[in-house]
């Protein structure tokens, strides 16, 4: 049986959905509809020198991270974060009601 | 005709309305309507409903009835909602004379019925939501196959397949998969 053993001053990571999950949450939730993408500190993790994650689910964090970017300057969900501890967050996306933007970018 | 068939008004101020209501807020959202556009197409759904209950046979069961009328009457609607704007010079003025052979024909070309013209306003807004250089990948896309829009495309493979890729992703958010399980186009109405 395998046994993940967490240092308890160090909070756990989490990345409870995919690029994929992401995408289809964007195009089903509700107006107000809520889903936290990450738990940690995503900043840092994301950074492939701090190896906090392995290096298969940094790629993802890095994918969902831009994902939720895009849809947030696209005004589909607004970003908001909770903290949990020291360098522990909680990075929550709520869906906006309304249009997107309807502009070209880049 | 057969007729006769007893309807209760549960059967018109329940399933009737609980349809009539999902209609025209699906009608609502796929054309941008607002709240009280939304409220007259439910009663002209709703008016419709009743106009045709009498013809109601009991040969298949009251809800499906009415899910049919209403159906097609929110077609109705939605086509009436469409050429007003066209008239009217509304946002939507591309939509119906690019449909034969414009982008958002083609990727809705496998769909007919109701659900044609919310496909296509879908694909339409979707479109409208791409930045330039994606936008010009569906094109190429959309005219060529996938070898062909790579030499077209001027992109470097690994960047061609990077930007389909981000396209098919940004489909995905959309709520629009180009190929469901049965072949066709599926969009947000579904």
């Not at chain 2, 946002?91 to 958002?104: M, N, R, V, Y």
């Not at chain 2, 496909?119 to 062909?148: K, M, T, V, W």
Request: proline fraction near 5%; include cysteine.
């Amino acid at each position: 049986m395998t046994v993940t053993f967490h240092p308890p001053d160090v909070p756990v990571r989490s990345l409870p959905v995919d690029e994929n999950g992401l995408c289809d949450w964007l195009a089903d939730a509700e107006p107000g509809a809520v889903l936290i993408y990450y738990c940690g500190h995503l900043g840092h993790d994301r950074m492939p020198s701090t190896r906090v994650l392995p290096e298969v689910q940094r790629r993802q964090l890095v994918n969902v991270a831009a994902r939720v970017q895009q849809a947030a300057e696209d005004e589909r969900v607004f970003l908001l974060q909770r903290r949990n501890g020291e360098d522990d967050f909680s990075y929550l996306a709520i869906k906006a009601t309304g249009n997107a933007k309807r502009r070209s970018r880049r | 005709m057969q007729t006769g068939q007893q309807i209760t008004p549960q059967d018109i101020t329940g399933t009737g309305l609980a349809a009539a209501d999902r209609c025209a807020r699906r009608i609502g959202r796929s054309l941008r309507l607002p709240a009280s556009d939304i409220h007259d197409i439910r009663q002209d759904l709703l008016l419709e409903l009743v106009r045709r209950a009498p013809r109601f046979d009991g040969q298949a069961p009251w809800s499906a009835f009415a899910s049919l009328v209403i159906r097609h009457a929110g077609q109705d609607a939605a086509d009436r909602w469409v050429r007003h704007r066209l008239r009217h010079g509304g946002s939507l003025g591309d939509i119906e004379p690019a449909s034969e052979d414009g982008l958002s024909a083609w990727w809705a070309g496998g769909v007919a019925g109701p659900g044609a013209i919310h496909l296509r306003l879908d694909i339409q807004r979707f479109l409208e939501s791409l930045p330039e250089g994606l936008r010009r990948l569906c094109h190429l896309l959309a005219d060529e196959d996938r070898a062909e829009a790579l030499a077209g495309s001027g992109l470097s493979r690994s960047e061609f397949f990077r930007q389909l890729h981000e396209l098919r992703m940004r489909l995905r958010a959309f709520g629009i998969t180009p190929l469901g399980r049965s072949g066709q186009c599926a969009g947000t109405w579904q």
